[in-house]
């Protein structure tokens, strides 16, 4: 089993249930932010991103909330499906070069 | 769709020994990216091109990583000699140019012993 490394905050969410997962961001000068989705053993895969100008978007099933005041970003899933669990990145762009710095990520477990 | 590629998807070594992965981006896109993730942790940036030119290298272990983009195209990261902590997923990424998402393979294991 994976028992080396950092032990990722969880969220476990029963199936059909909305999830939140929170990220403090650490640049106030950050304008561009992204949520991935990581599963085991594969390379993180785009979500839904998010400018410094908007505080909200939505994608389908998904809402990212953006609160420059407190550097705060939230990643919203509605009906939470089982193929929603895995971990889950937020990243910021401070630079205009497009280098994204991820964040820690938080490992969602959807139970039925 | 256009993915990313990267090869090998797993590699075993030993510590001491040189080892190299490789990565070929989506088509037109100038900027690749070169990611180090260690298990339960998210990605760091090791290096960055802009084409064949390198914009971002701080993080990149220079003592014994390289990483050449030498027409602007696929890319290679060379660790010699690998060392235990090397261990990780080696990640590659591309994107068009400029600020916006990151198009990522699905990375190069490395496990050293």
């Known amino acids: 089993g994976e028992s080396v490394g950092l032990h990722l905050p969880t969220l476990s969410v029963q199936e059909g249930d909305n999830s939140i997962i929170n990220c403090a961001y650490s640049?106030?000068?950050?304008?561009?932010f992204i949520w991935y989705k990581q599963e085991s053993g594969k390379g993180p895969q785009f979500i839904i991103d998010?400018?410094?100008?908007?505080d909200k978007r939505q994608g389908q099933r998904v809402t990212v909330l953006l609160n420059k005041t407190v550097k705060h970003l939230s990643l919203q899933i509605a009906a939470t499906q089982p193929g929603d669990s895995a971990v889950y990145f937020c990243a910021e762009n401070s630079d205009s070069w497009g280098k994204l710095q991820f964040g820690a990520g938080t490992q969602v477990v959807v139970t039925p | 769709e256009a993915e990313v590629a990267q090869s090998p998807r797993y590699k075993i070594t030993e510590k001491s020994q040189a080892v190299a992965f490789w990565c070929d981006p989506i088509?037109?896109?100038?900027?690749l990216y070169w990611y180090r993730q260690i298990l339960g942790q998210g990605p760091e940036l090791l290096v960055q091109f802009q084409d064949e030119s390198v914009v971002d290298d701080s993080q990149l272990p220079k003592d014994r990583f390289s990483a050449e983009r030498l027409k602007g195209v696929d890319s290679t990261l060379k660790i010699q000699p690998a060392e235990l902590g090397d261990s990780a997923m080696y990640l590659c990424?591309?994107?068009?140019?400029?600020?916006?998402?990151?198009?990522f393979g699905e990375g190069s294991r490395l496990t050293v012993l």
């Open positions: 990424a591309s994107s068009p140019q400029g600020i916006g998402e990151l198009f």
């Open positions: 088509s037109g896109h100038a900027t």
């Open positions: 998010i400018r410094s100008n908007m």
């Open positions: 640049n106030s000068a950050s304008d561009y």
